[in-house]
């Protein structure tokens, strides 16, 4: 099972400046706790209270589908793009870094025993895209075009110019085998024209957000296409929600990393840093910058009051990042909190050779170790510094990087967030923020019906050096 370590925010690692007084805290918060988290599973039904995501990891009709979905396409495609932005994106290519060969690209089809690369195209640019384009083969290719609301500009764009590529490429009865669409069952322009030209499709359920979506076929699809165990991943929620299902603050490390980030962050530290000590989880690190800016900035609290609120998240990954930011997080000014991930066993180890330099007295100390234990050792140390000047720290630990403890680190940090939503009194389901940047380019790029919007969405042109 995942661990959390909050020893080092405590007043006595940290000093009472910047740490908590950890009993008191637990005393003084355990009531509203455990109404937040009773609540939050109470309300796990709600038509528009936006949790059914909490029902995620216990839909076996779905995984029947996805499974034998990709049963039969198995061998049939050696490429695989996936079109979507956001939520629709970032948590399955976080699970795909996590749980596939570093390199998988790179392999043979027999190296990837039959699965497909993967490519994910979440970005407008055409360097991005044309490039892509130029590589694959229209035959052995498939598009996953994912898109919750089924309009988003970036999205759409990419399908159509996937589409048209398809079309041009291949017979006119073909090109339908090549696409599938993951989008809302109603709702939206996507589902309605996958309908119509007979796509497969999957759904991405009623009240089920972007950011919150990485469990149901959003992210479940491109992982089931490559050959990851979905199963495995829904064990690995089931058995971590049955503790973070517990409304006793002693017991829920979801509601202990939120309520002690939500203090820490009242407290004066507004960013949240996370660092995972894996190459496979770098990607993760992304995903819970989206995850926690998207939930947690927010102009409005729950009553309607302006209040402007969240903490600023950071990506970094260990031991990248000790020659990089760690410089600022040990001498830099008190404003962060930081969430190490730390994993017990690497995939594969690799020893040092024991023979090299032996004769070099200042490399000697590597001979013979293994690079997990220098891992271990310079995640260690870099925390010890970070505790003991006096930066309030927390560590999450996975025994490996497997399906299921990859799903259950996801799954900790999405309840997480609905818990510290919670506390910080505002709504972390939303997106208005998001919503008002995609109306000003749809009356940009010429929408019927944001015409009124084009002048505020110019703005002003700004002089330069004047
Ligand atoms: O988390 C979210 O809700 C957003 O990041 C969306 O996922 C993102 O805007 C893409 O939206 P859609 O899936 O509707 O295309």
């Known amino acids: 099972m995942i661990e959390l370590d909050y020893g080092n925010i405590s007043t006595e690692k940290v000093g009472s ?7 008191q805290v637990f005393e003084d918060y355990r009531d509203q706790i455990r109404d937040i988290v009773s609540r939050i599973y109470a309300e796990k039904d709600q038509p528009g209270g936006w949790k059914r995501w909490l029902n995620l990891g216990y839909d076996q009709k779905l995984l029947d589908e996805l499974n034998a979905y990709a049963q039969s396409v198995k061998g049939r495609f050696s490429d695989m793009v996936i079109l979507g932005i956001g939520g629709s994106s970032l948590g399955g290519y976080a699970m795909l870094r996590a749980l596939l060969h570093p390199y998988w690209n790179q392999l043979s089809d027999a190296q990837r025993n039959g699965f497909p690369r993967y490519y994910f195209v979440e970005n407008v640019d055409s360097d991005q895209i044309n490039p892509l384009m130029e590589m694959l083969d229209p035959e052995r290719t498939l598009f996953v075009v994912i898109s919750k609301s089924g ?17 041009q490429k291949l017979p006119a009865d073909q090109v339908k085998q090549h696409i599938v669409a993951i989008t809302d069952a109603q709702k939206g322009v996507l589902r309605p024209v996958a309908n119509q030209l007979q796509y497969q499709t999957f759904e991405v ?19 089931v296409l490559c050959g990851v165990s979905l199963s ?12 973070l299902q517990n409304p006793d603050l002693q017991q829920n490390p979801a509601a202990q990393g939120a309520l002690l980030q939500y203090l820490l962050y009242e407290q004066g530290k507004p960013i949240s840093v996370f660092m995972p000590y894996s190459y496979r989880l770098a990607s993760v690190s992304d995903w819970y910058v989206q995850l926690w800016a998207e939930s947690l900035g927010k102009k409005h609290d729950l009553q309607g009051n302006v209040v402007h609120v969240g903490p600023t998240p950071v990506r970094a990954v260990g031991v990248t990042d000790q020659h990089s930011q760690v410089q600022l997080f040990n001498e830099g000014p008190f404003d962060k909190v930081f969430t190490f991930v730390s994993v017990g066993k690497p995939a594969q180890d690799i020893q ?15 001979n013979g170790k293994p690079m997990s234990q220098l891992m271990q050792a310079e995640f260690e140390s870099t925390r010890a510094s970070i505790t003991n000047n006096q930066r309030p720290n927390m560590t999450l630990t996975l025994p490996q990087v497997d399906a299921y403890h990859v799903a259950q680190l996801l799954y900790l940090l ?36 944001y015409e009124g919007l084009v002048s505020e969405a110019r703005g002003q042109k700004n002089p330069i050096g004047v």
């Open 151 to 167: 309009t988003t500009a970036e999205t759409m764009s990419a399908f159509m110019i996937s589409k048209d590529w398809l079309e």
């Open 414 to 449: 999405e309840v997480q967030t609905a818990i510290a939503g919670a506390l910080m009194g505002i709504d972390p389901f939303d997106q208005p923020g998001v919503e008002l940047a995609k109306k000003y380019t749809y009356a940009l790029m010429g929408r019927k019906g």
């Open 352 to 366: 040092i050779p024991a023979n090299q330099f032996s004769d070099v007295e200042d490399l000697n100390y590597l």
């Open 232 to 243: 495995e991943i829904q064990k690995g929620i089931q058995n971590l929600d049955k503790v």
């Open 205 to 223: 359920p009623d009240d089920v957000g972007g950011r919150f979506s990485v469990f149901c076929a959003v992210g479940l699809l491109p992982a």
């Open 17 to 23: 400046t910047h740490g908590l007084n950890l009993p």
